[in-house]
T-cell receptor
């Protein structure tokens, strides 16, 4: 089954404690991206990657890092989380050139930073 | 400043009637527009899209209209069904720049 898998689904952590949210896709998609969803703001793009070892900043990259060492994985790293990073996070993947119409989204990770 | 706006946070429609969800954008470089549907506890799923060279695209019960001069698009669902109750996000693309609107929660009442 084609899918994007995020882990964990729920996470409560404390300010400053490094964390990683994993994202894995099984469709051999080139393009992967991370979004955060906040009330009244919709989904905002954090980082995206067009292929292995190619990453770029989205609209709200501050406080986040990503890596793309393998095609299937695109982890989101918060080196020193802060309460304003409390949000619902989605990972997505799609083939290059499809304009996100063939995008698959993960089920989301709800992060709370206290 | 939001580049993609959905000014109605929520909308209620009777089953069988038409649902019209609106979206406005400010960036004239956007050349591709998409609608996504999101159920609780799930990721968004793609619904329908339209290129800036068209003014209408239809797929079953769903039609998207684009008015480039007004920088406005709308999603029509007819007839609306209870299973259409979800949050609908409008999105716009400019190259790899991909921007979502804040979403509109549609409730279809039986």
């Amino acid at each position: 089954e084609a899918q994007v898998t995020q882990n964990p689904r729920y996470l409560i952590t404390v300010t400053g404690k490094k964390l990683t949210v994993t994202c894995s896709q099984n469709m051999n998609h080139e393009y992967m991206s991370w979004y955060r969803q906040d009330p009244g703001l919709g989904l905002r793009q954090i980082y995206y990657s067009m292929n292995v070892e190619v990453t770029d900043k989205g609209d709200v990259p501050e406080g986040y890092k990503v890596s793309r060492k393998e095609k299937r994985n695109f982890p989101l790293i918060l080196e020193s989380p802060s309460p304003n990073q409390t949000s619902l996070y989605f990972c997505a993947s799609s083939p290059i050139g499809t304009g996100m119409t063939e995008a698959f989204f993960g089920q989301g990770t709800r992060l709370t930073v206290v | 400043d939001q580049q993609v706006k959905q000014n109605s946070p929520s909308l209620s429609v009777q089953e069988g009637r038409i649902s019209i969800l609106n979206c406005d954008y400010t960036n004239s470089m956007f050349d591709y527009f998409l609608w996504y549907k999101k159920y609780p506890a799930e990721g968004p799923t793609f619904l329908i899209s339209i290129s800036s060279i068209k003014d209408k695209n239809e797929d079953g019960r769903f039609t998207v209209f684009l008015n480039k001069s007004a920088k406005h698009l709308s999603l029509h669902i007819v007839p609306s069904q209870p299973g259409d109750s979800a949050v609908y996000f409008c999105a716009a693309m400019d190259g790899q720049n991909f921007v979502f609107g804040p979403g509109t929660r549609l409730s279809v009442l039986p």
